[in-house]
């Protein structure tokens, strides 16, 4: 069943339409000045109603001093229109409610998110767009009308990413799946319910963007207030929601309102309070006091934030997370006794981890499924939960624990679950790749031209023994004193003569391990190499010996290396303290070696650091940069630059090449504006560009005109000859519109299915005419009068808002179906 089928279906229509007694209140609201006298008539009507409204108004919210049993003084107390507002989300509520307890659907998630949006929206708006402020609670409260009346009435068609559980809470990718299917996104599907609902004076631009929280800047404030209304329930109802996120959140709430943060503290224990208090008196259940973030200060938010970010530059793998945890213990909550589970970054057994009084931390055991890890403890404790993944447990005997420092703990695992959610993805990631780089079976040292030592890894320390603390050097003497014997002239002859770039040799010798004597065969290899206009030697030994027993091939030790590092899809480099590239990837050698990395790189916009050196200081930067490979305009790269432990001065760079993601951000930013079959502006643009183009025709006295169209025989070429064939339709009727018409002063849009609209500039009557009867006959001749179009024309008039003009197109385009078709009918 199509959307359009519903719309059009009776019985289904009435499954959730208004009652009499809402449209009455809702005709009120619309007005000016609602009149009290109506008001109060319609609400004695209904006994229950009355009494509940009541108990809201004596509610702790409005803290008033006696209590008020009489509709009369609560108007004069609260206001006509604070009553009225009441008035409508109790009806709202009740009616909802009773239609929506189906097939094991509790709607009272959602609705807690309906309240909260719409209390939260009213108290924004009385900060931002005072004037506004009613009609954006009554816009908030009815903009997720439409999931509720598809959940009733026809829950098949809601799309897959729509949780069937909580409608209203937005998923990724869901605006852009509602549009595809129906034309639509379900804000702009709730404004055409409602107006199909006989409460068209509530008219809501604000409906159709309640979720862009990313373009809120480029909206009027009636619709910010939605906006930031809307994200914020999700937040802070997000029994699911990220922490981190909800903090930010808090922080962009803070600045949009500006306000300062024992204000914005304020302003949230206001919205909780009638929240609340709305709730309670609603017969609604706020579930497990801890779930929701708005029971929590943003103090305490902050604290645990700031905590679970040690986890993110964590060293030393995952008995460092256990170590940093156990201290945050200690000093806020004085656990000492307690045990923990953390899965592994890179499968799903876990380790256990214990510490008891006085005791310290103990790993008692690794490598355990989810259902098998031996606790000992079998008190309180706290899952580490990430995006509903589980990524540990926690538990401790929780008896001599307050209340409120209970409610603390929890909320500090919830921040550090997504704290380590990250540690997994990131830094634990990065250790693994330097602990492989220094556990390999090989002695890596750098020289410079004249065989002094530079840098040495971990296995050159161990090949060389006590030589290499002993202050020493050259490395031809550091040879002699760690293994016994020398290098030979070869190695003076490699170091004199400039034309000798490599030098190898087998030593065997006698080594001491740990005070025992053993019998080893060192392959020593090197090569000369020019880095950011010095030569140097790189120089690799190996115990061959020790690999044959391994069964490893021997003398790879610069090509196992270099494969390593080039078996990475990131470009790695090496630099100095000035930004010099003194190695990168082979791959790569020839493009970047020798470079300076701040005359072949600049950062993004979103940089906030100085760009320079001072950025080596830090233990770990990540930037964004355009990089140039050569002298062309550069690629987008992410660097993740890090110290090198024990290297001197030298940094490590991993850079990811970007250019992919870009590209596919572009594509789906051309998604969301244009029409993916004809090219044309789709529906969401055409609504955003007819807004425009009346403002800027009111600014300027310059006319606009609409013309609005749908294919006749369309219906029957699909049907007979296939829907390929239909598409083929609907691109050329695109191609004609895009030839037809002014670039830049023009704008044609796929309205949805058959339906087209075109909104043209600086027109008067006549000339629009003229422009559409010139694009119907060139469909007319294109297809052979197979298809044609019928559809209606207008002009903006005083007082026209989008929403009118296309009313009286479409009903134009009715009366030009009625004649026969294949003709424009003027709306006016």
């Given at each position: 069943m199509s959307l359009d089928d519903i719309l059009e279906s009776p019985r289904l229509m009435m499954k959730l339409s208004f009652p009499p007694v809402m449209l009455q209140m809702m005709q009120e609201a619309c007005k000016p000045e609602p009149d009290f006298a109506v008001l109060g008539k319609i609400i004695s009507m209904d006994p229950a109603l009355s009494t509940t409204i009541l108990n809201l108004v004596n509610s702790p919210f409005y803290g008033l001093s006696q209590e008020i049993s009489?509709?009369?003084?609560?108007?004069?107390?609260?206001?006509?229109?604070?009553?009225?507002?009441?008035?409508?989300?109790?009806?709202?509520?009740?009616?909802?409610?009773?239609?929506?307890?189906?097939?094991?659907?509790?709607?009272?998630?959602?609705?807690?998110?309906?309240?909260?949006?719409?209390?939260?929206?009213?108290?924004?708006?009385?900060?931002?767009?005072?004037?506004?402020?009613?009609?954006?609670?009554?816009?908030?409260?009815?903009?997720?009308?439409?999931?509720?009346?598809?959940?009733?009435?026809?829950?098949?068609?809601?799309?897959?990413?729509?949780?069937?559980?909580?409608?209203?809470?937005?998923?990724?990718?869901?605006?852009?799946?509602?549009?595809?299917?129906?034309?639509?996104?379900?804000?702009?599907?709730?404004?055409?319910?409602?107006?199909?609902?006989?409460?068209?004076?509530?008219?809501?631009?604000?409906?159709?963007?309640?979720?862009?929280?990313?373009?809120?800047?480029?909206?009027?404030?009636?619709?910010?207030?939605?906006?930031?209304?809307?994200?914020?329930?999700?937040?802070?109802?997000?029994?699911?929601?990220?922490?981190?996120?909800?903090?930010?959140?808090?922080?962009?709430?803070?600045?949009?309102?500006?306000?300062?943060?024992?204000?914005?503290?304020?302003?949230?224990?206001?919205?909780?309070?009638?929240?609340?208090?709305?709730?309670?008196?609603?017969?609604?259940s706020e579930g497990g006091e801890d779930a929701n973030f708005y029971n929590h200060s943003i103090k305490?938010?902050?604290?645990?934030?700031?905590?679970?970010?040690?986890?993110?530059?964590a060293e030393g793998g995952i008995d460092s997370i256990a170590r940093i945890i156990g201290r945050h213990l200690k000093l806020s909550w004085d656990i000492v006794s307690w045990e923990l589970a953390l899965k592994s970054p890179h499968t799903d057994k876990y380790k256990l981890y214990r510490i008891n009084d006085g005791s310290g931390l103990e790993l008692v055991a690794k490598d355990c499924i989810a259902g098998e890890i031996p606790w000992q403890k079998?008190?309180?404790?706290?899952?580490?939960?990430?995006?509903?993944?589980?990524?540990?447990?926690?538990?401790?005997?929780?008896?001599?624990?307050?209340?409120?420092?209970r409610k603390n703990l929890k909320l500090y695992f919830r921040?550090?679950?997504?704290?380590?959610?990250?540690?997994?993805?990131?830094?634990?990631?990065?250790?693994?790749?330097?602990?492989?780089?220094?556990?390999?079976?090989?002695?890596?040292?750098?020289?410079?031209?004249?065989?002094?030592?530079?840098?040495?890894?971990?296995?050159?320390?161990?090949?060389?023994?006590?030589?290499?603390?002993?202050g020493t050097k050259n490395f031809n003497d550091l040879f002699k004193l760690g293994v016994g014997a020398g290098l030979g002239a070869s190695w003076t002859v490699f170091l004199e003569d400039e034309n000798r770039k490599s030098f190898s040799k087998i030593v065997c010798v006698s080594l001491r391990t740990g005070g025992m004597p053993r019998d080893a065969c060192l392959y020593v290899s090197a090569y000369k190499q020019t880095r950011g206009g010095e030569q140097?030697?790189?120089?690799?030994?190996?115990?061959?010996?020790?690999?044959?027993?391994?069964?490893?091939?021997?003398?790879?030790?610069?090509?196992?290396?270099?494969?390593?590092?080039?078996?990475?899809?990131?470009?790695?480099?090496?630099?100095?303290?000035?930004?010099?590239?003194?190695?990168?990837?082979?791959?790569?050698?020839?493009?970047?070696?020798?470079?300076?990395i701040f005359d072949i790189a600049?950062?993004?916009?979103?940089?906030?650091?100085?760009?320079?050196?001072?950025?080596?200081?830090?233990?770990?930067?990540?930037?964004?940069?355009?990089?140039?490979?050569?002298?062309?305009?550069?690629?987008?790269?992410?660097?993740v630059v890090s110290k090198l432990a024990g290297s001197g001065e030298k940094s490590l760079i991993v850079a990811r090449d970007l250019t992919a993601i870009r590209r596919l951000e572009d594509k789906l930013k051309r998604q969301a504006i244009f029409d993916g079959l004809t090219d044309l502006f789709n529906h969401t643009q055409f609504n955003t560009l007819m807004a425009r183009e009346i403002n800027r025709s009111r600014r300027t006295g310059r006319p606009v005109g609409l013309l609005f169209f749908d294919l006749d025989g369309f219906k029957a070429v699909n049907d007979t000859e296939g829907h390929q064939v239909g598409d083929d339709v609907l691109k050329g009727v695109g191609e004609i519109l895009r030839n037809e018409l002014r670039s830049g002063m023009?704008?044609?849009?796929?309205?949805?299915?058959?339906?087209?609209?075109?909104?043209?500039t600086e027109v008067r009557a006549e000339a629009l005419e003229k422009i559409g009867n010139r694009i119907r006959l060139r469909v007319e001749k294109k297809f052979s009068g197979k298809v044609t179009i019928s559809g209606g024309l207008t002009v903006l008039k005083e007082g026209d808002t989008s929403v009118s003009m296309l009313n009286r197109v479409d009903k134009a385009t009715y009366e030009a179906k009625d004649l026969g078709g294949n003709v424009l009918v003027w709306a006016d």
């Open positions: 009489d509709f009369k003084r609560a108007a004069v107390v609260l206001g006509t229109r604070e009553l009225l507002n009441l008035a409508v989300t109790v009806t709202y509520q009740k009616h909802i409610c009773k239609h929506m307890e189906l097939d094991g659907y509790k709607i009272y998630d959602d609705w807690m998110l309906t309240v909260w949006g719409a209390i939260s929206a009213q108290l924004i708006a009385t900060r931002i767009c005072p004037e506004q402020a009613d009609k954006v609670y009554l816009c908030c409260l009815l903009k997720d009308i439409s999931l509720f009346f598809l959940r009733c009435a026809a829950p098949g068609e809601l799309p897959v990413e729509i949780s069937k559980d909580s409608v209203t809470r937005s998923d990724p990718g869901q605006s852009e799946t509602e549009n595809e299917i129906w034309g639509m996104n379900h804000g702009a599907l709730s404004q055409l319910l409602l107006t199909r609902w006989k409460m068209d004076t509530l008219n809501c631009p604000s409906l159709q963007h309640h979720h862009a929280i990313d373009e809120i800047d480029t909206f009027d404030l009636p619709t910010q207030a939605v906006i930031l209304a809307t994200r914020w329930a999700e937040l802070e109802l997000g029994s699911s929601a990220a922490p981190f996120n909800v903090l930010q959140f808090e922080v962009q709430l803070q600045r949009s309102l500006d306000m300062d943060e024992e204000a914005i503290e304020g302003f949230r224990e206001v919205c909780r309070t009638k929240f609340q208090s709305m709730l309670k008196n609603l017969g609604i305490s938010l902050q604290s645990s934030y700031f905590l679970s970010l040690e986890l993110l530059t079998r008190g309180d404790g706290e899952d580490i939960i990430s995006r509903k993944i589980l990524f540990g447990r926690f538990r401790f005997n929780s008896k001599n624990i307050k209340s409120e420092d921040f550090i679950g997504q704290a380590y959610e990250h540690y997994c993805a990131k830094q634990h990631l990065i250790e693994d790749r330097a602990e492989t780089l220094d556990t390999l079976p090989l002695g890596v040292a750098s020289l410079d031209i004249q065989g002094d030592l530079i840098d040495m890894n971990e296995e050159m320390i161990r090949l060389l023994g006590g030589a290499s603390i002993s140097l030697i790189s120089l690799v030994m190996e115990d061959i010996r020790e690999m044959s027993e391994s069964q490893i091939q021997a003398l790879k030790q610069r090509d196992f290396l270099e494969g390593l590092v080039d078996s990475m899809r990131d470009v790695v480099l090496t630099v100095d303290r000035r930004g010099n590239i003194t190695y990168a990837s082979s791959r790569f050698s020839k493009i970047f070696l020798g470079r300076n600049t950062p993004s916009e979103t940089f906030t650091g100085r760009w320079g050196p001072d950025m080596f200081e830090r233990d770990k930067t990540v930037v964004e940069v355009l990089l140039k490979r050569t002298d062309t305009a550069g690629r987008p790269f992410e660097f023009d704008f044609p849009c796929r309205y949805g299915g058959d339906e087209f609209g075109v909104i043209v």
